[in-house]
């Protein structure tokens, strides 16, 4: 009965294409809805994979974490340097890792850390070696893949976060790439990773050795070029300073882990309450963030529903007019040995190879979609949105989809199951 | 030995009867012509032979099995074992080619049929041009052929046409009447045509005439 069916819906081949469209608009729409909820989801998941706490100024801790795990949002503040040291001799903390942020270049941020950051990403070195030495820097696949920059190959950061940041650039102390990432599709991708202590040097910064980095040789000397003729603006986490003002080491955040999940209870709330710092899980703030889309994504899901029930309801009457149309064929099949049951199982079957087409279509669109706001759109890509893989909930919609043709068939399938037959062959 | 054994058969709608204590014979390989004006009952003996109806007595017996009585599936059984049926206008699956109805028709009455012998019947037929082509890109007599193979790619016992030649002049009346008569004859089966066209009676030896639900006359 297949062949039949699909010659019923072939010999109908502008209703059938409507109803698909209809349908397969709404599916799509539901897909993109999913994969985008899921994909953000996961991606914030990942970018804070291994980082139990995040400790920086005071202020709104989802800002907090957005600037120092995912490196969206701009920083809070900067801390003074004295707050890494007491937090490493902690018992409660496994590691704390720096970070000191403040420059760019070509939009990609330079982070003062520790090379112990690439583990916390799980990022491993695909060419070149760590950062040791003063202004040496080590950049993330997509930094290497978007701005072609290669081993060897020295560029000026600017003052600021953001790519049209109109900060001043710090001519006297380019930094030089040491080594590139293997991609991870984290936010250590978009990164440009360098010491602490040239953070410091490249703003003028005067630093004892051994402070947030092991030794190094030459900080004074960059120091020394910077203070020639440095005229600083507001750039982020370094932003506010005078030429002549005397500035003292500080950071931006600190990445922690702890070394027991008893320190969970304690050491956030230790901090938040006794210290001028701000403790901010990441989990916690991911989730809330995650929160705050739940209604927009809600009602846009609700909307693509309604358009599916549209869909179901455009099914119903092209087959209900169908059926009146086709009496006399279903009459015959019934005269040629088919039984009632047959006849049903026809109607039905048409309404939900309709739908799963359709179902099937705009899965495959929603995919499609994102493959191509991935390839197009810069913004999309970056926050690490792609075509994304089927996903269980899919198999749902189609499920759900083929249901909703089974319904809008279920009453024209009826009618013409419960015929009388002699009529019928009487007209004709 | 009878294939087709109608007793006392009477059939009403509401209070108007339709037939009354209708008996018929059919013999396997006889070639009977019903012929009655409108309203004299044709289709009702038709829909009850089908099995579509149940007669409000008698009974109806196709190759000794009854089909008057029992479910409408076992009545559907009786008819897909043993009857096809070529109707006036409701011919053809109108979403399927010629070929793909004749194995439709296949399929349902459960009979293996191979493509070699769809081909051999439309050859026959002379419509194996046509085997591809949807019913409404066919002549009516173009139709009319493919609807006849329809019936006959099943193998019935009886085969049934209801007003075959009514819209048909008389050359092509008698055209149909002679294909019919040979089709039946080459394939072995039993033949009742139901008409009002009185063109038809002189080539059937077998003729009933019917009028109001009753037999006025077997030749």
Not at chain 1, 6 to 33: G, Q
Not at chain 1, 127 to 154: D, N
Not at chain 2, 75 to 90: C, E, G, K, N, Y
Not at chain 2, 204 to 209: E, G, N, P, R, T
């Amino acid at each position: 009965m297949i062949g039949l069916v699909k010659a019923y819906l072939l010999e109908r081949k502008l209703t059938t294409a409507l109803n698909v469209l209809l349908l397969a608009i709404s599916v799509a729409m539901l897909t993109l809805l999913l994969q985008f909820a899921r994909q953000s989801e996961e991606r914030f998941l990942e970018g804070a994979e291994g980082i139990d706490l995040v400790i920086g100024a005071k202020g709104s801790p989802l800002q907090l974490v957005l600037s120092s795990v995912y490196h969206l949002d701009q920083p809070t503040g900067n801390i003074p340097l004295s707050a890494l040291e007491r937090l490493r001799h902690n018992p409660l903390v496994a590691s704390a890792i720096p970070l000191a942020l403040g420059d760019q270049f070509a939009g990609f941020r330079i982070v003062g850390t520790k090379s112990e950051l690439f583990d916390l990403y799980s990022a491993k070195l695909q060419s070149g070696k760590t950062f040791e030495a003063p202004l040496e820097a080590v950049i993330g696949s997509a930094v290497a893949e978007e701005t072609g920059a290669g081993l060897g190959q020295r560029f000026i950061g600017s003052h600021g976060l953001a790519e049209n940041a109109e900060g001043q650039g710090h001519e006297h102390t380019p930094f030089i790439v040491v080594g590139i990432l293997e991609p991870t599709g984290k936010p250590i991708d978009r990164l440009i990773l360098t010491s602490v202590e040239s953070v410091w040097d490249v703003h003028g910064i005067q630093h004892d050795h051994g402070t947030a980095e092991d030794d190094h040789d030459g900080h004074e000397d960059a120091a020394e070029a910077h203070h020639a003729d440095a005229d600083h603006g507001s750039h982020g986490a370094y932003g506010v300073h005078g030429p002549r003002e005397p500035m003292v080491p500080e950071i931006t955040a600190i990445l922690l882990n702890y070394r027991s999940p008893a320190a969970a209870v304690r050491l956030p709330s230790t901090i938040n309450r006794n210290t001028a710092l701000q403790a901010a899980s990441p989990a916690q703030e991911s989730s809330r963030l995650i929160l705050l889309f739940e209604p927009a994504i809600e009602a846009l899901g609700g909307f693509a529903v309604l358009l599916a029930a549209t869909g179901a309801l455009a099914i119903f009457v092209a087959l209900w007019s169908a059926m009146r149309s086709r009496e006399g064929d279903l009459a015959l099949l019934r005269v040629m040995g088919a039984s009632r049951a047959a006849i049903f199982g026809t109607v039905l079957l048409e309404g939900v190879m309709t739908a799963l087409v359709a179902a099937a279509l705009g899965i495959l669109a929603a995919h499609g979609l994102l493959w191509l706001a991935s390839e197009t759109l810069h913004s999309v890509g970056e926050a690490g949105i792609g075509p994304g893989h089927l996903l269980p909930e899919e198999i749902a919609i189609l499920a759900g989809a083929a249901a909703l043709g089974a319904l809008a068939a279920v009453i024209p399938a009826w009618t013409v199951m419960r015929n009388n037959l002699a009529p019928i062959l009487g007209r004709n | 030995m009878s294939l087709l054994e109608l007793h006392q058969v009477s059939y009403r709608y509401g209070r108007s009867p339709v037939l009354r204590d209708f008996d018929m014979t059919l013999d396997v390989g006889d070639r009977c012509l019903m012929l009655g004006p409108s309203g004299s009952g044709k289709s009702t003996l038709i829909n009850l032979v089908c099995g579509f109806l149940k007669p409000d007595s008698g009974t109806i017996d196709i190759a000794g099995q009854r089909i008057s009585e029992g479910s409408e599936a076992a009545r559907d059984a009786v008819r897909r074992r043993h009857i096809s049926v070529v109707f006036q206008s409701l011919r053809l699956v109108s979403a399927l080619d010629i070929k793909a109805n004749l194995s439709l028709a296949a399929r349902l009455a459960r009979r293996e049929v191979t493509p070699r012998d769809i081909h051999a019947l439309l050859e026959e037929m002379g419509i194996a041009g046509k085997a591809h082509a949807k019913p409404y890109m066919l002549s009516q007599g173009e139709a009319q052929r493919a609807a006849l193979a329809r019936a006959l790619v099943v193998k019935p016992d009886l085969l049934i046409a209801d007003e075959p030649t009514s819209a048909l002049d008389a050359r092509n009346a008698e055209t149909v009447a002679r294909l019919l008569l040979d089709l039946s004859h080459t394939h072995g089966t039993t033949l009742l045509v139901a008409t009002h066209d009185e063109r038809l009676r002189s080539h059937f030896s077998q003729v009933i005439d019917l009028h109001a639900g009753v037999v006025e006359q077997i030749v």
